[in-house]
Each structure stands twice: as structure tokens, then as C-alpha cells.
T-cell receptor, first 116, second 111 residues
Framework: GAVVSQHPSRVICKSGTSVKIECRSL??????MFWYRQFPKQSLMLMAT?????????EQGVEKDKFLINHASLTLSTLTVTSAHPEDSSFYIC????????????FGPGTRLTVT | GDSVTQMEGPVTLSEEAFLTINCTYT??????LFWYVQYPGEGLQLLLK?????DKGSNKGFEATYRKETTSFHLEKGSVQVSDSAVYFC??????????FGQGTELSVKP
């Protein structure tokens, strides 16, 4: 099946610094990718939709200046958490549909961010 | 708004026991319904899906039937194995094309 990778799998950073998380589709091209946030014992919450070559679409309540998304190529989307704070500590997951019209999404393994 | 509610975990079963994980939804129209599974250290994988009322999705011995009248999509397996230990997520795609997840149910199967 289709594979989506994320890097890094875990990252620890200090308050006030920025962290970049990469999401790659390894064997298919993705014009759209999705970024989710997962809190312990809770559901995945959609943060934003990343669109190749254009601006990301953010969900209500998600700060676009804090969570910068760049989808510079058909296989790579990045999420940068700027000026991170401890409350940004979470599990971040990306996904991509195999085809633009497909409802079936392939998920990355997630990135555990800890802000100290 | 659209939402998905799952039974709380963790669910602990012995090998070969019968599994049911309840899932109900609230949505406008008739959404497609999914079960995803997340094994330890891995990303979510699609387990099964159903796109219309009375459809039954099945995979790896798991089944779920789309019940419009009860707005439910309960996951069942007749005989679980240790390797089924994972977190299971019920989800729907809403009219806006977005995946809405339940909170996940952790399943632990003991030998």
C-alpha cells in the first residue's frame, strides 16, 4: 500500500524555539495533505489542509502564524511549530489521499513533540 | 456539528474472546464510515469501510455494518488474537470531505 513517512519521529525542544516536522508521500504524489494533532487518550483533531503550491487551509481555532505549513512539492509538506510552548507538546500526524478524489487517506506514523 | 463517539477503553480481552467496540455518529446526510487501527509505534491504517446504509465492511476477521436507523457502526471480531492489540478509531467523512474521528479505543488482548 501507499506509504507516508514523517520526520522526526520524536523531538524535544526548549520553549521559544521553532520545530519543523516533515511529511512525505514515498510512492505517490499528493496535491493535498492533512495535519492532525492528537492529545493523549483523545481523538485526532484536524489542524489544517496543506495544498501543493498554494496556502494551507486552517481549521477554526488553529493559529496559522504559529503552525506554519508549506507544501512545496507533490511529495513533501512541512509543519513548523513556531515559538513553541509546553502546551504545544502533542502528537502530530499527517495524512494524504492516494488520489485527489479519494476518501481513503494514508497516515504517517506521527511525530511526538515535547516542549520543555 | 458532525461527531463520532466510541466506547471508552481500554478494553482487555483474553485471546479468542469476542470483541465489540461500539461507535455511533452524528452527521448531516449519509457519510461514509471507517474503522482505522493504530498499532504501537505505527501510523493509522484503514481497517474497513462502508459507504452506504446496510453495507458491511470486513477485513482480517473484523466486521462492521452501517446502521442508518441507529446511526451506528460497531466493530466486531469473533475471536481476537494478541496481535490485534492496538488502538481502534471510528471515523466518518463529512459533507465537507473532512475525516472526523472518535476518541479511539485501546484494545489489549492477553494470551
Amino acid at each position: 500500500g501507499a506509504v507516508v513517512s514523517q520526520h522526526p519521529s520524536r523531538v524535544i525542544c526548549k520553549s521559544g524555539t521553532s520545530v519543523k516536522i516533515e511529511c512525505r508521500s514515498l510512492d505517490f504524489q499528493a496535491t493535498t495533505m492533512f495535519w492532525y494533532r492528537q492529545f493523549p487518550k483523545q481523538s485526532l483533531m484536524l489542524m489544517a489542509t496543506s495544498n501543493e503550491g498554494s496556502k494551507a487551509t486552517y481549521e477554526q481555532g488553529v493559529e496559522k502564524d504559529k503552525f506554519l505549513i508549506n507544501h512545496a512539492s507533490l511529495t513533501l509538506s512541512t509543519l513548523t511549530v513556531t515559538s513553541a510552548h509546553p502546551e504545544d507538546s502533542s502528537f502530530y500526524i499527517c495524512s494524504a489521499p492516494l488520489h485527489a478524489s479519494s476518501y481513503e487517506q494514508y497516515f504517517g506514523p506521527g511525530t511526538r513533540l515535547t516542549v520543555t | 456539528g458532525d461527531s463520532v463517539t466510541q466506547m471508552e477503553g481500554p478494553v482487555t480481552l483474553s485471546e479468542e474472546a469476542f470483541l465489540t467496540i461500539n461507535c455511533t455518529y452524528t452527521a448531516t446526510g449519509y457519510p461514509s464510515l471507517f474503522w482505522y487501527v493504530q498499532y504501537p509505534g505505527e501510523g493509522l491504517q484503514l481497517l474497513l469501510k462502508a459507504t452506504k446504509a446496510d453495507d458491511k465492511g470486513s477485513n482480517k476477521g473484523f466486521e462492521a455494518t452501517y446502521r442508518k436507523e441507529t446511526t451506528s457502526f460497531h466493530l466486531e471480531k469473533g475471536s481476537v488474537q494478541v496481535s490485534d492489540s492496538a488502538v481502534y478509531f471510528c471515523a466518518l467523512i463529512n459533507q465537507g470531505g473532512k475525516l472526523i474521528f472518535g476518541q479511539g479505543t485501546e484494545l489489549s488482548v492477553k494470551p
